[in-house]
């Protein structure tokens, strides 16, 4: 088993280009997140999905979009990329909603 | 939402336990408490979690309040390794926020 694997690790966008940022589970987990670390920071919740078809804001969404066709797959979009959301991305899953969340190994994301 | 507080940092030498203090005085019935930690340039790991009785594992043991309003996450002999970043974090229906964490120090 993968467990959660993102993709890409590492990428480097210009000030306005668009990018998918793929977060994909083998676990068959129900809920799955999507966080941003800026540096020395904490994790600031970005989206979040407790099921297939249902997603909801978190608290920094603004730039960003999600969706949740399958149960499998919670990919990320920035539309138009800005300096300020330079970060590592990290993406989570978790089972039933008292569980344990697994993360991935994160991407880092540089916007020029 | 409910949130938590955590002290920004604590120091422990190598060998001794650690404690790290958790406050969620607006925890809500359903939540459990869940602690992760971050070792640096890595995402974050669990590390325990409970909901009412005190919870033991091979990394840590949790001891929650009897009203569940604080927790202490116990590390019961530091080791070098366990130098970073823990997270106390409540979870229950939804979303699931981050506060700021506790930086623990190892000095050997």
């Known amino acids: 088993n993968a467990g959660v694997t993102q993709t890409p690790k590492f990428r480097i966008l210009k000030i306005g280009q668009s990018m998918t940022l793929q977060c994909a589970q083998d676990m068959n987990h129900n809920y799955m997140y999507w966080y941003r670390q800026d540096p020395g920071m904490g994790l600031k919740l970005i989206y979040y999905?407790?099921?297939?078809?249902?997603?909801d804001k978190g608290e920094v969404p603004n730039g960003y979009n999600v969706s949740r066709s399958t149960t499998e797959d919670f990919p990320l979009r920035l539309e138009l990329a800005a300096p300020s959301q330079t970060s590592v991305y990290f993406c989570?899953?978790?089972?039933?909603?008292?569980?344990?969340?697994?993360f991935g190994e994160g991407s880092r994301l540089t916007v020029l | 939402d409910a949130k938590t507080t955590q002290p920004n940092s604590m120091e422990s030498n190598e060998e001794e336990p650690v404690h790290l203090p958790c406050n969620h005085s607006?925890?809500?019935?359903?939540?459990?408490i869940h602690w992760y930690r971050q070792l640096p340039s890595q995402g974050p790991e669990y590390v325990i979690h409970g909901l009412t009785s005190n919870v033991n594992n091979r990394m840590a043991s949790l001891a929650i309040a009897e009203d569940r309003k604080s927790s202490t996450l116990i590390l019961h002999r530091a080791t070098l390794r366990d130098a970073a970043v823990y997270y106390c974090i409540l979870r229950g229906w939804g979303k699931l926020q981050f506060g700021a964490g506790t930086q623990v120090v190892v000095t050997p």
């Open positions: 999905s407790v099921g297939a078809g249902i997603t």
């Open positions: 989570a899953t978790g089972g039933a909603n008292t569980g344990e969340l697994f």
């Open positions: 607006t925890i809500s019935g359903t939540d459990y």
